[in-house]
């Protein structure tokens, strides 16, 4: 019964920078860890970033450490990425999701509940 919706994808020149924001539907977003994940044409769905439900433990993909941001609202049952220094690359359908446990994961078949998707796409 949790409903994600996921908003501010759009189209971004190279290098610039995007924040995507995913709003839950449910007051257990407190106790549920959250991840973005992407999936671009002909390739398979990747975990970009996680978060427990506290915040305090953080995971990034390899190839956006240092560029992406993951955070949290719990007040206001939010789970934002901040995405800077994008590339082409980054282009894909992110999406929200979250998990019932309290620690997070970056394995998409551990996620109970999916957003529908929002396009980034990355001007070359």
């Known amino acids: 019964q949790v409903q994600l919706l996921e908003s501010g994808g759009g189209l971004v020149q190279v290098g610039g920078s995007l924040r995507l924001s995913c709003a839950a539907s449910?007051?257990?977003?407190?106790?549920?860890?959250m991840g973005w994940f992407r999936q671009a044409p002909g390739k398979e769905r990747e975990c970009v970033a996680a978060?427990?439900?506290?915040?305090?433990?953080?995971y990034y993909a390899d190839s956006v450490k240092g560029r992406f941001t993951i955070s949290r609202d719990n007040g206001k049952n939010t789970v934002s990425l901040q995405m800077t220094s994008l590339k082409p690359e980054d282009t894909a359908v992110y999406y929200c999701?979250?998990?019932?446990?309290?620690?997070?994961?970056?394995?998409?078949?551990?996620?109970?509940?999916w957003g529908q998707g929002t396009q980034v796409t990355v001007s070359v």
């Open positions: 978060i427990d439900w506290s915040g305090a433990w953080r």
């Open positions: 999701a979250a998990r019932r446990g309290l620690g997070y994961s970056n394995q998409a078949n551990q996620y109970d509940y």
């Open positions: 449910t007051h257990t977003f407190s106790s549920s860890a």
